[in-house]
């Protein structure tokens, strides 16, 4: 039930920096995980990182004291703060819902991506 509108994508020089937007359509700490996902041609998605509604983050090793997901519950949205972008981190990143709080069955949505691009 829930959509999630991604922006804050695009082209940007190695060193540089993006942060990321999730926009929810409902209060974000009903869902019991929100993540950021990537993927990169030819590469299975990957999680990037998540957050827990508990407010517990986890980083993948390859991100770990670059970036920083975060959110703000007053307009329900997670951001993804990119600092020191690679090439590498090219991808497209998409937000995902994990999880419904009271409800025992399977609940995964999916932000429609978005497009980040590091240069050289």
């Known amino acids: 039930q829930v959509q999630l509108v991604e922006s804050g994508g695009g082209l940007v020089q190695a060193g540089g920096s993006l942060r990321l937007s999730c926009a929810a359509s409902?209060?974000?700490?009903?869902?019991?995980?929100m993540g950021w996902y990537r993927q990169a041609p030819g590469k299975q998605r990957e999680l990037v990182a998540s957050?827990?509604?508990?407010?517990?983050?986890n980083y993948a090793n390859f991100v770990k004291g670059r970036f920083t997901i975060s959110r703000r519950n007053t307009n329900n949205t997670v951001y993804l703060q990119m600092n020191g972008l690679e090439p590498e981190d090219t991808a497209v990143y998409y937000c995902?819902?994990?999880?419904?709080?009271?409800?025992?069955?399977?609940?995964?949505?999916w932000g429609q991506g978005t497009q980040v691009t590091v240069s050289a």
């Open positions: 957050l827990s509604a508990d407010g517990s983050a």
């Open positions: 409902v209060n974000i700490r009903v869902i019991r995980v």
């Open positions: 995902n819902a994990n999880g419904l709080q009271h409800y025992t069955g399977p609940y995964v949505h």
